[in-house]
């Protein structure tokens, strides 16, 4: 449901996105986070991972700034995993931006099967499910990963030492990584699997956030 509070999860007791700047955030933490539009340029094929499917506003943001910078045989590859599944109405009250409605149409022309190709060289496959379950049953190689679990103090499954493990099997060599939270044990964990994080400045009142990328160690 929408309220004053913006769009909000009785699953989590959390809100999706900030109420006063979804986008400015959302661009702030994700798409700045992983140095797009940079990250991808020249790139024939790119896939982005996220963590939290939510009401799809970090992928139509991705999927915008795609198409505006790259050139038509490029490829967006996007991942998602989502538990509970917003329905279309809610999705479509909450993304009420009106740069973003030519997006949000075509995403909810399919919505919520979970496998198809958008805009016409954007495959977007949401994993339905426990996040560590689905990435468990993958084999793509991510060039970025999106954390956007809900906090957390009110998320700990989509913030664990397994849930890491699984996103170094499914790195590529240098894979950006960027989540809204800065809590120590986040950024150990990462660290420990083979990310090499930072603290950045956060959005808004949020004083800092988590950005890094996965560096194999040779053998």
Not at 165 to 176: C, P, V
């Amino acid at each position: 449901m929408k309220n004053d509070i913006g769009l909000y999860s009785k699953e989590f007791d959390d809100i999706y996105f900030s109420p006063e700047d979804g986008i400015g955030e959302s661009k702030a933490v994700f798409l700045d986070g992983i140095n797009a539009p940079e990250c991808w340029k020249d790139k024939k094929a790119f896939t982005v991972s996220e963590l939290g499917f939510g009401s799809g506003l970090n992928f139509l943001l991705t999927a915008k700034l795609w198409c505006e910078t790259t050139s038509p045989d490029q490829q967006l590859i996007y991942y998602s995993t989502e538990k509970y599944p917003l329905d279309k109405s809610q999705i479509e009250v909450a993304l009420e931006w009106q740069d973003l409605q030519p997006y949000v149409s075509e995403l909810l022309e399919d919505y919520p099967n979970n496998d198809f190709l958008f805009n016409g060289r954007i495959k977007l496959k949401i994993l339905l499910g426990d996040s560590l379950e689905q990435l468990r049953f993958q084999n793509f190689k991510s060039d970025a990963w999106y954390l956007d679990g809900f906090a957390p103090s009110k998320n700990p499954d989509m913030w664990s030492d397994e849930i890491f493990n699984e996103m170094a099997r499914l790195s590529n060599q240098k894979a950006q990584v960027a989540t809204f939270t800065a809590a120590g044990f986040v950024k150990r964990g990462l660290q420990k699997v083979g990310f090499q994080m930072d603290k950045r400045p956060g959005f808004g009142k949020k004083r800092e956030m988590l950005t890094g990328f996965w560096h194999k160690k040779s053998d």
